[in-house]
């Protein structure tokens, strides 16, 4: 292990049960009373998977398919008002909908990736231009670098150059782009299926954060990092596949293992209130019997079970999670193996 990083692990001290679990099908779900009741806000026949949701400056929230359904209700949704109505965005030469992932670029425009290619909008999504994507690639992820590039994931990185039509092939081909994020810096950061990459050229060139784990005192680096996040605080939030959540703190080269692992090792996604307060997708393992929110209010000592989803019986996972500036929850649900 590099000498540069090092781990620390944290032990969780409790975990309470306040939950509410229910049977349903690949919707959008939101509660405004902090979990105590929770509404199917955007459902319908032949919906598909969510496997990205997202909220932007101006409060819309965008919801996209990642198309593993067929039917007319595929697409991209947005809505202004906290859920209550939603909207078809009606984006030309798209093709086959099939969405994986949001971004935003420095202005506030936002961006939105996947099978049916790379588009963004700069009007709250009323209207969408296309970007075209790299040749024979399957944007999985995307991010904008501080100076404009854009980057995206799929069997290793892309850079695309501001006011450039030029795709270049940076690294890491050889592993799974899970996720891309950029801290307050401009910093960017990759989640692979071995650990934590990171940027600091606005993607060009990539180094290892060493983010790994103990097993039975042997360390392990080829860690599955499923997604990233980054608090108010320029933390860096890493939800992994085996060994729950971990943080590399602001101007700090050592990742914190958080005793959350010990009981749930899964973790899909983690997300922030403006309060601070911490929202992840766990489950048990193995094999996996249910999906959980649920929620820290001091930096992840203690959790609370928000909401559960059978998902032994109901193949459903929580894919993302966003809350707005109101502390409305907003989770999206896919497949668990999504």
Same mark, same amino acid.
């Given at each position: 292990? !590099?000498?540069?990083?090092?781990?620390?692990k944290? @032990?969780?001290?409790?975990?309470? %049960?306040?939950? #509410?679990?229910i049977?349903?099908?690949? !919707?959008? $779900?939101?509660?405004t009373?902090?979990?105590?009741?929770?509404?199917?806000?955007?459902?319908?026949?032949?919906?598909?998977?969510? +496997?990205?949701?997202?909220?932007?400056?101006?409060?819309?929230? %965008?919801?996209?398919n990642?198309?593993?359904?067929?039917?007319?209700?595929?697409?991209?949704?947005?809505s202004?008002?906290?859920?209550?109505?939603?909207?078809?965005?009606?984006?030309k030469?798209a093709?086959?909908?099939?969405?994986?992932? %949001?971004?935003?670029?420095?202005?506030?425009?936002?961006?939105?990736?996947?099978?049916?290619?790379?588009?963004?909008?700069k009007? !709250?999504?009323?209207?969408?231009?296309?970007?075209?994507?790299?040749?024979?690639?399957?944007?999985q992820?995307i991010?904008?670098?501080?100076?404009?590039?854009?980057?995206? /994931?799929?069997d290793?990185?892309?850079?695309?150059?501001?006011?450039?039509?030029?795709?270049?092939? #940076?690294?890491?081909?050889?592993?799974?782009?899970? +996720?891309?994020?950029?801290?307050?810096?401009?910093?960017l950061?990759?989640?692979?299926?071995?650990? @934590?990459?990171?940027?600091?050229?606005?993607?060009?060139?990539?180094?290892?954060?060493?983010?790994?784990?103990?097993?039975?005192? @042997?360390?392990?680096?080829?860690l599955?990092?499923?997604?990233?996040?980054?608090?108010?605080?320029?933390?860096v939030?890493?939800?992994?596949?085996e060994?729950?959540?971990?943080? $590399?703190?602001?101007?700090?080269?050592?990742w914190?293992?958080?005793g959350i692992?010990?009981?749930?090792k899964?973790?899909?996604?983690?997300?922030?209130? !403006?309060?601070?307060?911490?929202?992840?997708?766990?489950? *048990?393992?193995?094999? #996996?019997?249910? %999906?959980?929110l649920?929620?820290?209010?001091?930096? /992840?000592?203690s959790?609370i079970?928000?909401?559960?989803?059978?998902?032994?019986?109901n193949?459903?996972?929580?894919?993302?999670?966003?809350? *707005?500036?109101?502390?409305?929850i907003?989770?999206? $649900?896919?497949? #668990?193996?999504?």
């Open positions: 292990m !590099n000498a540069k990083f090092k781990l620390i944290i @032990v969780v001290v409790a975990i309470l %049960f306040f939950t #509410v679990t049977k349903c099908q690949y !919707n959008i $779900l939101l509660t009373n902090g979990g105590k009741t929770w509404v199917n806000c955007l459902k319908g026949n032949n919906l598909g998977v969510f +496997d990205a949701l997202t909220i932007n400056k101006s409060g819309y929230v %965008f919801a996209a990642a198309g593993y359904s067929s039917g007319e209700h595929l697409g991209l949704y947005r202004s008002d906290s859920g209550k109505l939603w909207t078809i965005c009606r984006i030469d093709g086959n909908i099939d969405f994986r992932a %949001f971004s935003f670029d420095s202005k506030g425009n936002i961006y939105v990736a996947g099978g049916s290619g790379i588009f963004f909008s009007d !709250n999504g009323s209207t969408w231009i296309k970007i075209e994507k790299p040749k024979n690639i399957f944007p992820v991010a904008i670098s501080k100076n404009g590039n854009i980057i995206a /994931g799929s290793g990185i892309y850079v695309k150059k501001n006011n450039s039509d030029i795709w270049r092939k #940076v690294g890491l081909g050889n592993l799974n782009i899970n +996720d891309i994020k950029k801290d307050l810096n401009g910093i950061y990759a989640a692979t299926n071995k650990g @934590v990459y990171l940027s600091k050229d606005n993607g060009y060139s990539w180094k290892d954060t060493y983010l790994g784990h103990y097993v039975n005192g @042997v360390w392990l680096n080829d599955w990092v499923n997604s990233l996040t980054v608090d108010k605080r320029n933390n939030w890493a939800a992994t596949e060994a729950g959540i971990f943080c $590399l703190k602001n101007n700090y080269t050592q914190t293992q958080n692992a010990n009981n749930f899964i973790v899909r996604c983690i997300s922030f209130d !403006n309060n601070g307060n911490i929202f992840i997708s766990a489950a *048990n393992c193995c094999p #996996v019997e249910s %999906f959980f649920l929620k820290s209010s001091d930096n /992840g000592k959790w079970k928000l909401y559960s989803i059978d998902s032994k019986h193949s459903t996972a929580i894919s993302k999670i966003s809350v *707005n500036k109101d502390g409305y907003f989770i999206g $649900l896919t497949a #668990v193996g999504g």
